[in-house]
């Protein structure tokens, strides 16, 4: 029964175009477009999800790895090749693990089982290394009553400027600019 689907799976393998693009793997959870953050505590739960198209060779497998800032690779899971999503709960990957994972920015890469560096090729996987993800250590409640602001300081000299006052000191001098460049171009006029 196995030696059967192996040799449905190659004759499929074999009839696919030349022409044919390279599959891609589009990320859904969370977003590509922009950079979620996620808590680096227990019970926090990460959903990662992704979509096929031009997927014609249907992978055996799916790796799924992420890549810190300072390229350390964390192994995450090993996935059947239709797989369509993964959940990932970092504070227990790390006690299972014996890893530290830093709060900072990871890259997700997913791959099929020709590898990460797999060229492209029609209708096969091409893999995917564009999620970008943070994670982050919640810190403890502290009541705003005693909170202090750590990159302020009471001594005068450093001293900024509160937003407003720099808007009104801009508008004013736009408007002297402004004035003073229409005055001129009406004494050129009336010179005329």
């Known amino acids: 029964m ?3 689907s192996s040799s ?3 004759s499929s393998h074999t009839s696919i175009p030349q022409s044919a ?3 891609v793997l589009s990320m859904t959870r969370p977003p590509q477009a922009s950079t979620s953050f996620f808590k680096l505590a227990p019970g926090e739960v990460i959903t990662f999800g992704w979509s096929f198209s031009g997927v ?3 992978p055996t497998s799916l790796t799924i790895n992420a890549v810190g800032v300072n390229s350390f690779t964390y192994s995450l899971t090993s996935l059947p090749g239709t797989a369509t999503s993964f959940l990932w709960t970092p504070y227990d990957y790390e006690q299972t693990n014996h890893a530290t994972l830093q709060p900072t920015f990871y890259s997700l890469q ?7 560096g797999a060229t492209a090729a029609p209708g ?3 893999p995917n290394t564009a999620l970008t993800f943070g994670l982050y250590t919640p ?3 502290q009541p705003l009553a005693s909170w202090q602001c750590t990159v302020c300081s009471g001594s005068s000299s450093s001293y900024t400027a509160h937003p407003a006052y720099v808007a009104l000191i801009a508008t004013f001098l736009v408007m002297f600019l402004s004035g003073f460049g229409l005055l001129r171009n009406a004494l050129a006029y009336t010179r005329r």
Do not use: E
């Open 139 to 141: 810190q403890a409640y």
């Open 21 to 23: 693009p390279a599959g």
């Open 110 to 116: 997913i791959f099929d089982n020709r590898g990460l």
């Open 56 to 58: 014609l060779a249907t």
């Open 124 to 126: 096969s996987l091409s």
């Open 8 to 10: 449905s799976g190659s």
């Open 2 to 4: 196995s030696s059967s």
